[in-house]
């Protein structure tokens, strides 16, 4: 990521488990919106909004949301492009386990010596979207293109926008910085990034839905979950939460070689 100060965050993939869901074979729970309800839960702003704690919605119908409290609920979705999640879940070793205990990992279900391997040329929302401007983007809104294309990974994108709830955007990537600098500041370089990359999208969804809805986004940092949101004047930092609050999350992450990143 750039940033207009001198100081530049950096940024990583979490481990694919940790962000596609039913990646890893022998388990019913991997699956990040699990996660990510514990962590909310763990957040004194959000409690605050629903007077109390969330739950997942009781059954699989797309029309409730991913985090219902009595007072305030809103909905999940990953904001990554849909040919980069089919690229994670392709090319990434396979995880298994065995009665939840035991750990083997695999190939990959597919690798550049398959005769049936094809690359992905994958989208990055937070790079393309800095040269973007808001007519340009308005036009994937057309027929949804069938090939796997930048044009789909847009497309899809302007959908879930126009979901007519609050939504939790999570970006899977773990930011940080190569050189040391202070909590305060590296949320204000955060708040600024994000409103620099993802205000296009802000604007779009507040044409759609006429600024009914919430719009929040949230990424690792610090052994941390770090939760933003869109504000008249931009993004801001609204909770900071720490991992270990959810023993889903470390229970994922040590399905691969990245625990101490989050310990």
């Known amino acids: 990521m750039v940033c207009e100060t001198s100081i530049v965050p950096s940024i990583k993939p979490l ?10 074979s022998g388990i019913e729970d991997c699956n990040y919106e699990i996660y990510l ?20 919605p009781p059954t699989e119908d797309d029309r409730q949301c991913d985090c219902i409290g009595s007072e305030y609920e809103f ?34 279900n597919t690798t550049p010596k398959d005769r049936r391997y094809k690359p992905i040329n994958a989208s990055f929302f937070h790079n393309d979207l800095l040269e973007m401007d808001f007519d340009a983007l308005c036009k994937f809104e057309k027929e ?26 999570y970006f899977p990537f773990e930011l940080y910085f190569e050189d040391t600098v202070d909590d305060k500041e590296a949320i204000s370089i955060f708040e600024e990034e994000f409103k ?3 205000s296009i999208l802000v604007e779009y969804r507040e044409k759609m839905q006429d600024r009914r809805f919430d719009t929040y986004f949230s990424f690792v940092y610090n052994h941390s979950m770090v939760f933003l949101k869109a504000v008249e004047t931009g993004i801001e930092c609204i909770d900071v ?10 229970k994922m992450a040590r399905m691969s070689d990245g625990l101490n990143r989050f310990a």
């Open 241 to 250: 939460v720490k991992l270990n609050n959810s023993k889903h999350f470390i």
């Open 15 to 24: 481990p694919t488990q940790l962000f596609i869901n039913d990646f890893v």
């Open 75 to 108: 909905d999940f979705k990953l904001l990554i492009s849909h040919s980069y999640g089919l690229a994670s879940r392709e090319f990434s070793y396979s995880i298994s386990s065995i009665k939840g205990i035991a750990i083997i990992k695999g190939r990959p």
């Open 144 to 169: 949804e293109p069938k090939p796997i294309c930048r044009e789909r990974d847009y497309f899809y994108l302007l959908k879930d926008l126009r979901t007519p709830k609050n939504l939790l955007c």
């Open 196 to 198: 620099r990359r993802y």
């Open 37 to 56: 309800r514990e962590l909310v839960n763990r957040s004194e702003y959000f409690r605050g909004l629903s007077k109390g704690p969330y739950s997942s």
